[in-house]
């Protein structure tokens, strides 16, 4: 009688490429909509659970966003494109379109630089005090503020610069759907509302946590480029051992690697730098071939970058000096601000 090789098949199959992108899609949306009807419940203890699996389902749409924007899930790039979209629509970046989210974050890794359309500590220095000390303040308090005002931004300046003025249209329709969901949700239950506004909070505490301790780039405005024939004249060479050297592989967990899974394994930004294209799961591997076990720099685990993301909250919307690291210490490490892939700025 001929051996069956189902388990063997079925084993592979489960262990494949397709099953684990399949589970992270599930995730972002099943989770998403499991934790948003927790919001609404009656107990308090699924409200925080809810809380909590909303922020994470909405984590892991931004990362697997991010994934679509390299292309490294989907052959085709029209698939790409439109879960790129459902992504958007479900974390809040849809205001951007993917092509726009998309080709800034290629310009992050082909100039090896943060190229946007203005710095932030241009506008937190040039915008009126009140409005400054507003900022700062909630930032003192742990509130994301000056990543609220990114995501107001992108929806603003196309209605404020007269060259952005093909994005209106799209953005008067976007607002006209979205704007009476959020309506709906308060009228139904302002609790469920509140509690939205927090796990929305945490999510993008979470990206600009990773964000701000991922790079030591340079900050470039794109008018400065274009009066350089888009070049970076500088006099620094940006070659791969460049980008290696600025770049920074902030693990959830050194010891138990699947942690790192809370981020969709964006932790790993080394080994994502060095080969773009590597998907999601494949990071870790890469990883320990590049850095086998090392704990050394640029390895820095987000237990030790707790102590700056407190120290310099404040400080870092203003500062253009990204501080010190070393394998000792990352209290120093001042890190950046504004730079989330969410918002093509």
Sequence with gaps: MQKSHFPQKLTAYLQSDSIKNFAAFTFALIGYVIGVWMLFAANGFINFLGVLLTAEALIISAYLLHELSHGSIFKSSKTNERW?????????SCYSTFKEIRDKHIHHHVDRADVLTFNVQTLMNSMPGLARNLIKL?????????EILMHFLVIILPFLKPEWHQKRLRLILIILIRI??????????????????VAYGLMLTALRFADAFQHTYDVFLESELAKNDGKLNDGKLRNRAYEQANT?????SIKYPWLNL???????????????LAPWHGLPALHKKMFGSS???????????????HRYRVAR???????????QTA???????????LTAL
């Design 180 to 197: 009476p969901l959020f309506i709906l949700m308060a009228w139904v239950s302002m609790k469920a509302w509140i509690l939205y506004l």
């Design 295 to 309: 704990t050394e720099l640029p390895i820095v685990p987000m237990s030790k970058l707790l102590l700056a993301y």
């Design 84 to 92: 790129a979209n459902v992504m958007a629509w479900i974390n809040g």
């Design 138 to 146: 909630l930032e003192w308090a742990y509130v994301p503020a000056l």
């Design 248 to 252: 920074f592989s902030n693990l959830v």
């Design 317 to 327: 919307l203003q500062s253009d000096d990204y501080g010190v690291i070393t394998n």
């Design 331 to 341: 209290d120093a490490f001042i890190g950046a601000a504004g730079v989330s892939f």
């Design 262 to 276: 809370l981020f969709l394994n964006f932790s790993y930004h080394n080994a994502h730098h060095e080969v773009p």
